[in-house]
């Protein structure tokens, strides 16, 4: 099992950047994989980004590629997800996620964080 604590998120203007950690807890960090996904109001909850338990392979939603990068540190039991030139359309809560299988599909993940908002201005 495995606790996940979001933080990072903030108000921020179009264009700007936030970066956004998950820290874990437990020993099995590393046999999980890692995921990203968002929830803006009235909107289902969608796929962000996602790194492979030894954080070889990375994939990302068309919407967020080439802006955001996801990454994970061993040492520090953390996963982070950089995101640059932020758009209003990235407003929304932030969860990270850990699962055994490197998905996209936010029911293939067993844990769950308590979310960050992040608002994007224009």
């Known amino acids: 099992q495995v606790q996940l604590v979001e933080s990072g998120g903030g108000l921020v203007q179009a264009g700007g950047s936030l970066r956004l950690s998950c820290a874990a807890s437990g020993r099995t960090f590393g046999t999980y994989a890692m995921g990203w996904f968002r929830q803006a109001p009235g909107k289902e909850r969608e796929f962000v980004a996602r790194?492979?338990?030894?954080?070889?392979?990375?994939y990302y939603a068309d919407s967020v590629k080439g802006r955001f990068t996801i990454s994970r540190d061993f040492a520090g039991n953390t996963v982070s997800l950089q995101m640059n030139s932020l758009k209003p359309e990235d407003t929304a809560i932030y969860y990270c996620?850990?699962?055994?299988?490197?998905?996209?599909?936010?029911?293939?993940?067993?844990?769950w964080g308590q979310g960050t908002q992040v608002t994007v201005s224009s």
């Open positions: 790194i492979s338990t030894r954080g070889g392979s990375t």
């Open positions: 996620a850990a699962g055994w299988v490197v998905t996209a599909n936010p029911r293939d993940y067993a844990y």
